[in-house]
């Protein structure tokens, strides 16, 4: 199986990165109410939507965030 360069997901475009076997995408930074930084709300649906897309698809595949709105989409080996 091989993956495709890039996956848009409800118009978010998660672009593949070879390097970290991962799709990611940046969107606005939000916080909660502790003052930690969260991906925007609709942004963290399409990454979860994304990690069933691939899973369907029969890949190992666990949805993240990071900082500044970043969003990842791992391929676990």
């Avoid at 091989?2 to 970290?20: K, M």
């Avoid at 076997?21 to 709300?41: A, I, K, L, Q, S």
């Amino acid at each position: 199986m091989e993956l495709v360069s890039n996956r848009i997901v409800q118009g978010y475009i998660f672009l593949w990165d070879e390097a970290n076997e991962m799709f990611e995408c940046r969107g606005d930074v939000m916080y909660d109410n502790y003052h930690d930084e969260t991906p925007e709300p609709e942004l963290w649906k399409a990454a979860l939507l994304l990690e069933k897309m691939l899973k369907y698809e029969g890949w190992n595949a666990e949805a993240n965030h990071s900082e500044k709105g970043w969003v990842e989409v791992t391929i676990i080996k």
